[in-house]
């Protein structure tokens, strides 16, 4: 009888180091499951700001070259920041 309790005890012992190896190793996954999901969320960002940046090229390409179209947009980036420097003050 002692010796039934011991072997299951034993049994137990692994049972349990397999689980606990098991849970280490899905926390290791999830991390870095995350961890990918930030960078491609960061990627998905930058790519929706380049796009607004290149539907914004084109409505001022219609008019000329993209040096032009830059500069105009330079240009109404500084006004509107003038703009709000007025309004803050």
């Known amino acids: 009888m002692l010796e039934d ?3 299951n005890i034993a049994k137990l012992v692994a049972l349990y180091e397999a ?4 849970a280490d190793d899905l926390a290791g ?9 930030l960078r491609y969320k960061e990627q998905i960002t930058d790519l929706n700001q380049q796009i607004d940046n290149l539907e914004l090229m ?8 993209p040096t032009e179209s830059k500069e105009r947009i330079d240009k109404l ?12 003050s």
Request: charged letters at 45%.
């Open 5 to 7: 309790i011991k072997s």
């Open 19 to 22: 689980e606990r190896q098991r």
């Open 29 to 37: 996954r999830l991390a870095a499951s995350e961890e990918k999901c």
């Open 58 to 65: 084109r409505a001022f390409q219609a008019s000329g070259d």
């Open 77 to 88: 980036i500084r006004e509107i920041d003038r703009c709000i420097k007025l309004l803050e």
